[in-house]
């Protein structure tokens, strides 16, 4: 592998001195991007760009051909896993992810088993590699998953839901089952985010997209505790160098001194917390990566500018920042206003980092 | 009027000494109750429903006369001001709430005007004094709104949406816009709930369903400082008694210091926050309302009283305590889940009241 050209985000993740605050954005290659439409027109869906190498790698560089971001964060989709236990993965047209087999029934539930990844995921494992390739070392890619309990919801459901009505009925009538789906997705995701830093993932992200829908004790018993498994059985080291973890429960604001307790190398904060006062709540325990209204990019120059600098205010002086939006960037976001942010970025933080 | 009979629901909210734990629980007239499918089958539709002051009064009273509740809130719609505004609220046949008449137009927004609750929302007042009547002093009346930002949330996108995405870029792009619909909004609020206390609410509740989706900053500006200057604009006594407030943002648990600030008398809290920790956080200033979620009342009776025992064990010994959902009962919700609920608190808070 070359050497690494532009390892800001990894030494922000690892609290160590940089120049400037280092940003990623949470699904930057996606449809506010013309080329990745074009692209995926080509795959004919979003799984075929899932599961085809080339496609992943092309997807996934895209942002970094247009935007001076610096990581790249591997192209795939969430619910990967769930689909190879054999759940039967469908993106319905104009709709979220759907399972032609939701996990319902007891039976169903009890033959669930953890997948190897070389075996059944290899679609991804090749695309870390061919990702790692085409970068040639400019920026450090990120690997990633979703949390145990953001799968089960999925698997569970059989899709998205408002309420998740069915996964909480199961947590407050049958918590016995609940905990084995939770078991072996603990095991698939750790198993994955491994083979994924073995393929040459740099770091890796746990997505808890659900979690937050919890109450604060179901989260620690439920979702917590099995990201917090997940975090001590990744791989540390790779390459000769720390392979940095990072935790994302959206609406964890609550929780943050529990999440950092993990053991994790950063969190990653949505948009609803006062990046400073997260600050001031986990100490020099964690890096903190966000926390932009990702909407906040429909806005005026000026909204975004203001809503940077102040983000960077908050933060204060230091290293531990990583910039990030709070959640996914939306599709309908205008590409000439991630130019805005990044500029900002760039103008403004160095003052953060000098001395 | 009669002498209340029941004032365990309004005596804790001013943290004033009470027997038991008071309970009631938002959207307790509802779908889970067939009774109430019933009333609304005759009504023909839900709007005719609200505007028909006999049958709101039949409605609001029947969890009343299944369940031994501390409280009875006004069956009404929070999009009648913004009904009544002349948006024009209808209700497609399985589908939330939408409006003919979006504002999305400046003129329009210019145009917006609050409506005098005696001429345009007469039934709702009408309903409350029939309530009253009907309530023949056994419990307390609630009155309510929505917050000025939930409703411009429900009027400038013309329904609910998954991000409010048309909302947030008038926010990011033209505050100034946003602010005057607010500031209509919050005349419209304060008159609307000054008239139904003085139609006999006897403590009003503002709910801030959408607030809880803006950045921390956004939610002061356009969300919270909108609140305070109702609260502030409230009549604050009626029929010789304290007319107390209660403030709830869904989502709003890293929020809760600054709402306690707005002079409100109790604060409404979803299911995500510790409610012994909120008391910590918020000292003597506020009663707290909450916070059961309300899909663990899809659970075994274990599940619902493990439940309500936590709750009331980290709420601790003494008033200021009123027992509710952190948000509306589930439709799917078995009704005699409900008395499993009620009986535990019944059952163990007063072991918190004694001495």
Request: with cysteine; charged share 20%; net charge negative.
């Amino acid at each position: 592998m070359s050497a690494l050209k532009n390892d800001t985000f990894l030494r922000a993740l690892l609290r160590e001195p940089v120049d400037y605050t280092p940003t990623w954005l949470m699904r930057q290659a996606g449809r506010y991007l013309p080329e990745y439409n074009a692209t995926r027109a080509r795959a004919g869906d979003f799984l075929a760009l899932c599961k085809t190498p080339d496609l992943a790698t092309e997807v996934t560089l895209q942002p970094l051909a247009r935007y001076p971001l610096d990581a790249a964060i591997l192209f795939s989709d969430i619910l990967t896993v769930p689909d190879a236990m054999g759940l039967g993965l469908y993106f319905a047209q104009g709709e979220g992810p759907r399972f032609e087999r939701p996990l319902r029934e007891e039976w169903a539930i009890r033959a669930l088993a953890a997948p190897d990844p070389a075996d059944k995921l290899g679609y991804v494992l090749d695309a870390v590699r061919s990702i790692r390739k085409a970068l040639d070392g400019s920026v450090p890619l990120i690997g990633f998953s979703g949390s145990p309990f953001t799968l089960a919801c999925y698997m569970i459901e059989g899709s998205g839901s408002d309420d998740y009505r069915t996964v909480k009925s199961m947590l407050y009538q049958r918590p016995d089952l609940l905990h084995h789906i939770l078991e072996i997705n603990t095991r698939a995701v750790t198993d994955y985010l491994n083979a994924q830093i073995e393929a040459g993932a740099q770091a890796a992200m746990i997505f808890d997209t659900w979690g937050g829908m919890l109450s604060h004790r179901a989260y620690r018993e439920f979702s917590l505790a099995y990201m917090a498994r997940i975090v001590a059985g990744l791989k540390k080291e790779n390459e000769g160098r720390r392979v940095p973890s990072i935790l994302f429960t959206k609406g964890g604001g609550l929780w943050l001194e529990d999440m950092a307790a993990t053991g994790c190398d950063a969190l990653g904060l949505d948009w609803t917390i006062e990046i400073g006062d997260a600050r001031r709540r986990v100490g020099d325990k964690v890096a903190l990566q966000g926390n932009f209204d990702p909407l906040c990019l429909m806005g005026s120059p000026e909204a975004i500018v203001n809503e940077v600098e102040a983000i960077l205010e908050s933060y204060g002086p230091g290293s531990g920042h990583v910039f990030n939006l709070g959640h996914g960037i939306n599709q309908h976001t205008p590409p000439e206003n991630v130019n805005v942010l990044l500029d900002a970025i760039r103008k403004t933080s160095p003052g953060y980092h000098a001395g």
